[in-house]
């Protein structure tokens, strides 16, 4: 008996592994592994069987004309040879993860630059910032987990284990985290134009309360389903699809309300603009419009409208959905890079204390550096081309509605107060209270 359980323990095995459509579990060496075909995947018939073989010295099988593992899906649908899981699975899906890890890379070293920035510059903290910090935080998350994520899958981690559902777990909640924190910046960017008293620490905490907050009330009860009615592999497949709709209902009410917000915005934007009485040529004020528009997109998260509509039809076609994967993982991975940039390095508070700190650092240094001054007339120049609707909001809000009636929407108004350089935010006159600028 215990050599029996020498003998088996001493066997070569081939590893768990996912091929981008299904997990394959662990199987000797030398032997056929076939699994139904995976129903969630278009054009495949779940009453067939697909198959994957376990070589001899304990890996899977290498395709020679693809030089990768591959896996025979030739039975689940009627595809063709070049529309195979060879083609689609094993040559996209590598190149959209790379797209992904990519674009999370590049967001991270932004943001975590953008967060030392707004978090060791002392003019920098108010409420406003401290709202934008935790949508850094936010995004970091999202891209932490992701990148880690996968790393984790299909290597050191049994996707069986508790751990690894539990890092399923810890990842949707960071993904819903972030869209919840998208709608916070909408809802808070909304409140701000609309309303005239809007600009207390209490109103900031009731928003960090419901970003991090809201999304426990779909992820527990997620959990609570998947563990008692679906406790298949790591949580990663959604054999049942009403499942997965209770984190996929709360996402998608937070893009189309994001997508109101937005409407709305724009809308009165485009009225105010357009119903005044200033000498303006039309082809400027849409070339302004637009400008304050585009600014506003990837705050709002609007493209998760569009990719939203377009999701729902990438069943209809294999090739739309390998097209919808790309334009998704590169806007969702890439996001965090344009909110830092928006939110941060583009915004005029920002840039006038970097170069207040490279003053005095020139200063100490002793001396005067050309290479310096190049760079303080540039952020100069770059503060100057902000957005309309920064401009806007920087604004306190009687002298902002006096400019809308009187058609004033220049891009950088006179005498603009800096609202970090207010002594006590507690003491501000009632309807004289700075509206927080956009950026």
């Not at 083609?87 to 943001?111: D, R």
């Not at 920002?350 to 310096?372: C, D, T, W």
Request: hydrophobic share 40%; proline share 4%; aromatic share 14%.
């Amino acid at each position: 008996m215990f050599q029996t359980n020498l003998n088996y323990q001493k066997r070569l095995y081939c590893p768990q592994t996912w091929d981008g459509a299904f997990c394959w579990p662990y199987a000797a060496a030398g032997t056929l592994v076939v699994k139904p075909c995976p129903d969630y995947v278009h054009g495949f018939n779940p009453n067939a069987t697909a198959s994957k073989y376990c070589s001899e010295n304990g890996t899977w099988w290498v395709h020679p004309d693809l030089k990768q593992t591959w896996t025979n899906y030739s039975l689940c649908g009627n595809i063709q040879p070049s529309q195979d899981e060879g083609n689609v699975f094993v040559v996209h899906i590598p190149v959209i993860k790379a797209i992904s890890q990519t674009g999370y890379s590049v967001s991270l070293t932004l943001l975590l630059i953008a967060c030392l920035l707004l978090g060791s510059v002392r003019r920098l903290r108010c409420p406003r910032n401290n709202l934008h910090l935790q949508l850094f935080a936010s995004f970091i998350l999202r891209a932490s987990v992701s990148l880690f994520r996968d790393l984790a899958y299909g290597n050191s981690l049994d996707e069986g284990s508790t751990l690894c559902k539990a890092l399923t777990c810890f990842w949707q909640y960071c993904l819903m985290a972030n869209y919840c924190w998208i709608l916070m910046e909408g809802l808070y960017l909304h409140n701000l134009v609309f309303l005239s008293m809007f600009t207390d620490t209490a109103g900031i905490l009731k928003y960090g309360i419901l970003g991090w907050g809201l999304p426990l009330f779909s992820i527990i009860p997620w959990i609570i389903v998947k563990a008692t009615l679906e406790d298949t592999l790591c949580w990663t497949v959604n054999e049942n699809q009403s499942f997965f709709w209770i984190i996929r209902g709360p996402i998608t009410a937070s893009i189309v309300l994001n997508l109101i917000f937005f409407i709305n915005i724009t809308r009165v934007l485009f009225l105010k603009m357009f119903s005044s009485q200033a000498i303006q040529s039309r082809r400027y004020r849409y070339r302004k419009w637009f400008k304050s528009t585009l600014v506003l997109v990837p705050l709002f998260g609007v493209h998760y409208a569009l990719l939203l509509a377009v999701s729902f039809a990438a069943n209809l076609s294999e090739a739309l959905e390998i097209t919808w994967l790309y334009i998704d993982q590169t806007f969702s991975s890439f996001q965090g890079s344009f909110v830092a940039l928006l939110y941060c390095f583009l915004n005029g508070e920002v840039q006038s204390e970097v170069r207040k700190m490279l003053e005095r650092f020139r200063e100490k240094e002793g001396g005067h550096n050309p290479q310096n001054s190049l760079l303080t007339q540039s952020l100069t120049y770059i503060s100057k081309a902000r957005s309309s609707v920064q401009s806007l909001h920087n604004l306190p809000i009687t002298e902002r509605k006096d400019n809308w009636k009187n058609g004033d929407m220049s891009l950088v108004p006179q005498g603009t107060p800096n609202i970090a350089e207010k002594e006590d935010w507690g003491q501000s006159v009632g309807r004289q209270q700075h509206a927080e600028s956009l950026l």
